[in-house]
């Protein structure tokens, strides 16, 4: 929609969300006074907004909207009937979805970067910010988290690169298509297409057909670089009206992997080959063929912009991670606790096999919060199956949605823990979330890692386990 060149004043409804958070940072920066509203928010995007001055309004009266501001920017996690949503309506307020307004103040005459995909979208998109700055390029960026090497999650930058994390989920409750569509592509980085988001894409054909729009909007100049070991994604890119790269582990890839592959406790190492601009070796920080994937995306489109080998293989090697992507908060008693991420089965499975490679010999600890729609349901059965198979332990919080799923959506996830014991997996479930520190304490021993895994926040899980073991020690 139109937005009055004499705007000022702006209120963000769901300000704590992870791309409305670094927004209205971005808003705030570039002298609009902001203003937002939420429930109770945590770290990171509750100290994200604290430190750049922001204090959110907690709930979502109408009177937070007066005096009434300029634009309304609306998170799609809002409902129509959100209060505010219905008092902005009411007053006849100018508003934008989070991914419009992105695009309207800081996306026209960019390069965007969009990294879309059912998995790596944040750490590639991290990935792909950090090499950029490293080599001097100033990028502006917007990450759905929380980089470890970057000064925050968002900049404006001064370059012609703008890197943003490509959602496929719909914008807001009053613009259903997805979040990418409004990014302006000039190059892509498509991860991976694993059907997800159900309550939005019925069946895996919906969820494509997304991905698909997302190509047709992409210049003729433009450039896809896509994983080339997923067949669903080759499928996909013969359509682009643009050059595609291959990357992946496979050989018919053109960015890949050469020789033996240096899995190590403190990262990995190995050679890449590239059959346009030449090969390299690099070294990660980062476990798992996930991850050395991400690094082998962005190796593609810095080499393809010209930015110099050594500084892209610099970069790659001192880049430390994203927070809740593989991220080790602490050690008590014995047992090391890591935060992840993890909320399909595919990213579930990846997450396990980097720590077995990071943590050779130690028993395997996962706890996991069903926590979207989607992570609930029963069709992921078999799914969950295989991708606990490489945990030792598997603990099982409550469905986060189990009151929006019907029964027979709904997983059943003492037959999940049954399935699991039978096949050799200590399984547990637990019926409730508040108690879960205490209860899980006897069940861990020195030598252990531990894995938290969720798409919210898991009730500060990691750490209050770490707190738990460390009374225990004490």
Known sequence: MSVSQNTKSIHLIAIGGTGVAPLACLLQAEGYQVRGSDGPLYPPMSTLLEEHGITPLLGFEPSNLDPPPDLVIVGNAVPRSNPQAVEAERLGLPRMSMPEALSHFFLDG??????????????????????????????????????????ASFARGGGRRFVVEGDEYNAAYFDRGPKFLHYQPET??????????????????????????????????????????????????REAPCRVVHYGLGEHNEVRPSGAIDWR??????????DEVGASEIELRLAGDHNLKNALAVWAVARRDGLPADGVVEALRRFGGVERRLEE?????????????????????????????????????????PRSLTAGRSFFFDAYLEAFSNADVVLLAPIYHHARLEDDERIDLDALTATLRRSGVDAHTFTTIDDMPEMVLPLLEAGDVLVTMSSGPFAAMPRRILQTLEARKD
């Open 110 to 151: 960019r390069r965007p970067l969009v990294v879309a995909g059912t998995h790596g979208k944040t750490t590639t998109s991290s990935i792909a910010a950090f090499v950029y700055r490293s080599c001097g390029q100033d990028p502006g960026y917007l990450i759905g988290g929380m980089p470890v090497d970057l000064p």
């Open 188 to 237: 892509l980085i498509l991860t991976g297409v694993e059907h997800d988001h159900v309550d939005l894409y019925p069946d895996a054909a919906a969820f494509r057909a997304a991905f698909r729009d997302l190509l047709e909007i992409l210049p003729e100049e433009g450039l896809v670089v896509a994983d080339g070991d997923s067949q669903a994604v080759r499928d996909l890119t």
């Open 265 to 274: 406790a403190d990262g990995t190492r190995c050679r890449i080959v590239d």
């Open 329 to 369: 908060i602490g050690e008590a008693d014995g047992v090391v606790v890591v935060d992840d991420f993890a909320h399909h089965p595919t990213e579930i499975g990846k997450t396990l096999a980097a720590l077995r490679q990071r943590h050779p010999g130690r028993r395997l600890v996962a706890a996991f919060e």
